[in-house]
């Protein structure tokens, strides 16, 4: 039998090797889960076990760069590595690029363990060709793998730095160089005023259906138009954006209500998507929702209070021909999706940060499929970069 030092020395090979050669990067159906269907029936999750977690401390550092802001994952399953996305905007003091690394996470033994999260690369991320992005220039959020390969980055647009900003979606390779972008409807784009996303609540969440034709995302919470955004007494309405990615052109939009904040405070708070990942090709989805509130005590003293719910497309109205969902101050008429909770990270007991990026990993001998979580840290001192496995049970819905 392998150990986990033997299962590494395999992999870091296959890194080698893969980069070599165009012809090892995933097609669409390998992007697929072996317990996950590859035709429409709809799924659902019938149970969900904790396998551990790993925690990095703030100022751990990797080829030459600061360890931190991780808000995405995507598992590549050729290589048997995970891509993550430092949200840094490339402004801090360490002149640390807009990149994304590439990691080793070792559930050999079906447990998440402390040694079992290895950093084996860094990769710049780049604007245009070999054109790196300005200081600022962008609040990179989601980052995923989708067909052929392609990796895909989504920003939240705006930033404190430059409100003008569009968000985006743009296609790279796994150099670090665009090759494409997704046309983002005019509706979502700011004027900072009474249209577009909010300041840090844009495309925070990006995964493609599980047969890779599909690319799904949303605003984190309400655009300008669409009503407000979430408090501790109202919640708010987000949009599913959809994207065809045969044609790469907008498919559809869904309405997701946000819940209100977890935590009453006075001085800040906020709550909304920040990762969405389709467990079918039938329209469900599992959607990482999460309430942050400065002073909050619900969430282990961190303020963070995050949670999972399975949501469903169908039956809910495609609102993409509607500009706006709030009209005279009061919502239209639409049905928005389905939702059920089937997580509570704080009912785990363990001290929950600031938890963003989710993605699906190998299923493990018994069927069932992980679901690797890590949080942003914010490159902040009193907070910590987490990794966290969940081992689901997915079955028919029917």
């Known amino acids: 039998m392998l150990n986990k030092i033997h299962v590494r020395q395999i992999v870091y090979l296959l890194i080698v090797l893969s980069f070599f050669s165009l012809a090892l990067a ?90 079992d999260v290895e950093f084996a690369g860094v990769t710049q991320l780049f604007e245009s060709k070999k054109t790196p992005f300005a200081p600022g220039g962008l609040d990179p959020e989601g980052f995923t793998l989708g067909r052929e390969g392609f990796l895909f980055m989504s920003t939240e647009g705006p930033t404190f730095s430059d409100p003008n900003i569009d968000p985006f979606i743009r296609r790279y390779n796994h150099n670090g160089r665009v090759t494409a972008d997704l046309p983002i409807p005019d509706k979502f784009l700011p004027n900072g005023v009474d249209k577009g996303v909010r300041l840090n609540l844009a495309f925070e969440s990006l995964n493609p259906t599980p047969d890779g034709r599909v690319l799904v995302t949303a605003n984190e919470g309400a655009l ?9 007494t109202n919640g708010s309405l987000a949009r599913f954006l959809l994207y065809d990615l ?15 904040w977890a935590e009453p405070t006075s001085i800040f708070g906020v709550n909304g998507i920040v990762e969405i990942l389709p467990i079918d090709n039938a329209g469900t989805m599992l959607v990482m929702e999460r309430s942050f509130s400065v002073g909050g005590t619900q969430g282990g003293g961190t303020g963070n209070v995050v949670v999972i719910n399975e949501v469903s497309t169908q039956g809910a ?24 909770e089937v997580f509570a990270f704080n009912d785990l007991g363990i001290p929950i940060d600031n938890i963003e990026g989710m993605t699906f990993g190998p299923s493990l001998p018994d069927g069932r499929q992980t679901v690797v979580i890590i949080s942003d840290n914010n490159f902040s001192a009193g907070q910590f970069t987490q990794f966290i496995v969940l081992a689901l049970e997915i079955g028919p819905a029917n």
């Not at 300008?224 to 501790?232: E, I, L, R, V």
């Open 317 to 340: 109205t495609d609102v993409s021909g509607e500009e706006a969902l709030y009209v005279g101050g009061s919502p239209i008429a639409f049905t928005p999706v389905s939702q059920r």
């Open 224 to 232: 300008f138009q669409d009503g407000p955004a979430s408090t501790f």
């Open 246 to 260: 045969r044609k790469r052109i907008p498919l559809a939009e869904y309405v997701y209500e946000v819940a209100p």
């Open 26 to 115: 995933p097609s669409g159906d390998m992007l697929i889960a072996k317990n996950m269907a590859s035709d429409d029936r709809q799924l659902t999750v019938t149970g969900v076990e904790f396998l551990g977690e790993v925690v990095i401390p703030t100022g751990a550092t990797f080829g030459g760069t600061e360890i931190g802001g991780l808000s995405s994952i995507t598992f590549d399953p050729n290589r048997g590595v995970y891509y993550t996305l430092s949200d840094d905007q490339g402004n801090r003091p360490t002149g640390d690029p807009v990149r994304y690394y590439t990691v080793i996470v070792d559930l050999a033994d079906g447990t998440l363990d402390e040694g």
